[in-house]
T-cell receptor, first 115, second 112 residues
Framework: ETGVTQTPRHLVMGMTNKKSLKCEQHLGHNAMYWYKQSAKKPLELMFVYSLEERVENNSVPSRFSPECPNSSHLFLHLHTLQPEDSALYLCASSQDKGPRPYGYTFGSGTRLTVV | QKEVEQNSGPLSVPEGAIASLNCTYS??????FFWYRQYSGKSPELIMF????GDKEDGRFTAQLNKASQYVSLLIRDSQPSDSATYLC????????????FGTGTKLQVIP
């Protein structure tokens, strides 16, 4: 496996369900991110982990709960979501605090539908 | 509110022409700028980054940065139908980690 791997690719869940999104990076990066992408809106930063420490929590509702057990893995735990949470959820990684930033590598995303 | 503005398009150009994509940003503290290409149903893919005023060329792509005008552009020479995608402009601040603000993207259509 190379790059950034996200699972599942598609997820349909009811508003009372609990599910988790998984992200794994094989690039040796030290920062990982969760972004939400909705139609007609810019990518919205949700959470940032740098060196396994959460450094950003961008006013995200508590029904989204991130977890970063190590520098290669990132989870997004979901519970009691709302239909407006339906979107593409993107994981990304980067090498933070390097001499120059070289941008993100994104995973393929999870298309989430809340019914 | 720190913003990155892009025209949503679609921008239609004939095959072989130059496509010019533009972006402005509001945060004067932004240091680095990125262009991502996103095909429909796919995730964004980094294609160019630029830090210094002026031009940076990579194959058919040229990124241009003017910090005084807070303006970034991407030129695609000899446009191909395979270049049809949404192009996201992004600006990164000078903070301790890579906090990036994205624009909404410009949809490019290259007409064969």
């Amino acid at each position: 496996e190379t790059g950034v791997t996200q699972t599942p690719r598609h997820l349909v869940m009811g508003m009372t369900n609990k599910k988790s999104l998984k992200c794994e990076q094989h690039l040796g990066h030290n920062a990982m991110y969760w972004y939400k992408q909705s139609a007609k809106k810019p990518l919205e930063l949700m959470f940032v982990y740098s060196l396994e420490e959460r450094v950003e929590n961008n006013s995200v509702p508590s029904r989204f709960s991130p977890e970063c057990p190590n520098s290669s893995h990132l989870f997004l735990h979901l519970h009691t979501l709302q239909p407006e949470d339906s979107a593409l959820y993107l994981c990304a990684s980067s090498q933070d605090k390097g001499p120059r930033p070289y941008g993100y590598t994104f995973g393929s995303g999870t298309r989430l539908t809340v019914v | 509110q720190k913003e990155v503005e892009q025209n949503s398009g679609p921008l239609s150009v004939p095959e072989g022409a130059i496509a010019s994509l533009n972006c402005t940003y509001s945060d004067r503290g932004s240091q680095s700028f990125f262009w991502y290409r996103q095909y429909s149903g796919k995730s964004p893919e980094l294609i160019m980054f630029i830090y210094s005023n002026g031009d940076k060329e990579d194959g058919r792509f040229t990124a241009q940065l003017n910090k005084a005008s807070q303006y970034v552009s991407l030129l695609i020479r000899d446009s191909q139908p395979s270049d049809s995608a949404t192009y996201l402009c992004a600006a990164m601040n000078s903070g301790g980690y890579q906090k990036v603000t994205f624009g909404t993207g410009t949809k490019l259509q290259v007409i064969p």
